[in-house]
């Protein structure tokens, strides 16, 4: 059994920047972040690997960057410019050959609020 725990989140101001956290229990190959928009469907993020092959959803990219430490078993999502539709409950997830929904570890969430 993984145990994700999280970090970071709040609110910030549109345009502003935050930087999400979340260490494993163990290393585990493949990790990520999900969000969940009040009313909406939980979607993924973005996911990197442990060799750090990395993807992104496209209405994030050049915003948002998905890196790990590997040593830390640690994930990080930095966002930048954000935008109020960002407002979400983010959520770490992690599995040991891809992220599905249904096989993931899961973090608690974390929620990021984009308002002014």
């Known amino acids: 059994q993984v145990q994700l725990v999280e970090s970071g989140g709040g609110l910030v101001q549109p345009g502003g920047s935050l930087r999400l956290s979340c260490t494993a229990s163990?290393?585990?190959?493949?990790m990520g972040w999900y969000r969940q928009a009040p009313g909406k469907q939980r979607e993924l993020v973005g996911s990197?690997?442990?060799?750090?092959?990395?993807s992104v959803i496209d209405s994030v990219k050049g915003r948002f960057t998905v890196s790990r430490d590997n040593a830390k078993n640690t994930v990080y999502l930095q966002m930048d410019s954000l935008k109020p539709e960002d407002t979400a409950v983010y959520y770490c997830?992690?599995?040991?050959?891809?992220?599905?929904?249904?096989?993931?570890?899961w973090g608690q969430g974390t929620q990021v609020t984009v308002s002014s």
């Open positions: 990197i690997t442990g060799g750090g092959s990395t």
């Open positions: 997830a992690a599995n040991q050959l891809f992220l599905r929904a249904s096989t993931n570890y």
């Open positions: 163990l290393s585990i190959h493949v």
